[in-house]
């Protein structure tokens, strides 16, 4: 399978534990975004990367989140002390970058937390 | 930041009839807009899109369009088919960076 890939699928936690998410976006991307999605609403922005740097970062993203793409490649995205409102699907998504046909933004399966 | 708003939240059409959504955006300075649809438990799929230099794209049964003046675009199914029964998610995007997504149309076509 060539899309992109996130893992774990499914994360179950406790409040107050931290928890790491990882996105492998297709190959030759080099655009990375992260989103979250709560039932009923469409994906909101956290954060993107163009190559391993870190170009935007939405208000959404509270001190607690952090992401890395460290090579460039795949990403990681940490939430750290859970609180029950960060139960979503986080979504990555990944893109060639700018320019016309190449912005498209391809979606990973999600990873699905449920903070308890 | 940019605003997109999308409705209806939820539409209901017979098989074989068309369907509309539509959507508007604060940013005037957004050139990409692109559709998804999503099933349910599943990844959002692009399924079209349009950038600001054209008023109107077709692909087979799905169609978009573009009033920029306006500030409007609409996704426009038509001989809808039971599969075609997902949410679908407009979208804004200015330099081919972040998207802003409306909140979803939930569109059920009845066989």
């Known amino acids: 399978d060539t899309g992109v890939s996130q893992d774990p699928r499914h994360k179950i936690t406790k409040r107050g534990q931290n928890v790491t998410f990882r996105c492998d976006p297709i190959?030759?991307?080099?655009?990375l975004y992260w989103y979250r999605q709560t039932l009923g609403q469409g994906p909101e922005f956290l954060t993107y990367?163009?190559?391993?740097?870190?170009?935007?970062k939405s208000r959404l993203l509270s001190d607690r989140f952090s992401a890395e793409r460290p090579k460039g490649s795949f990403s990681t995205l940490e939430i750290q002390r859970t609180e029950q409102g960060d139960s979503a699907m986080y979504l990555c998504?990944?893109?060639?970058?700018?320019?016309?046909?190449?912005?498209?933004?391809?979606f990973g399966p999600g990873t699905r937390l449920l903070v308890l | 930041g940019e605003n997109v708003e999308q409705h209806p939240s939820t539409l209901s059409v017979q098989e074989g009839d068309s369907a509309v959504i539509k959507c508007t955006y604060s940013d005037s300075a957004s050139n990409y807009f692109p559709w998804y649809k999503q099933e349910l438990g599943k990844r959002p799929q692009l399924i079209i899109d349009?950038?600001?230099?054209?008023g109107e794209k077709k692909d087979q049964r799905i169609a978009v369009t573009l009033n920029k003046t306006a500030k409007h675009f609409s996704l426009h199914i038509t001989e809808t088919q039971p599969e075609d029964s997902a949410v679908y998610f407009c979208?804004?995007?200015?330099?081919?960076?972040?998207?802003?997504f409306g909140i979803g149309t939930k569109l059920q076509v009845i066989p």
């Open positions: 979208a804004a995007s200015w330099g081919y960076q972040k998207v802003t």
């Open positions: 990367f163009q190559n391993e740097a870190q170009l935007e």
């Open positions: 998504a990944s893109s060639l970058g700018a320019g016309t046909g190449r912005e498209t933004q391809y």
């Open positions: 349009i950038r600001s230099n054209v």
């Open positions: 190959s030759e991307h080099n655009r």
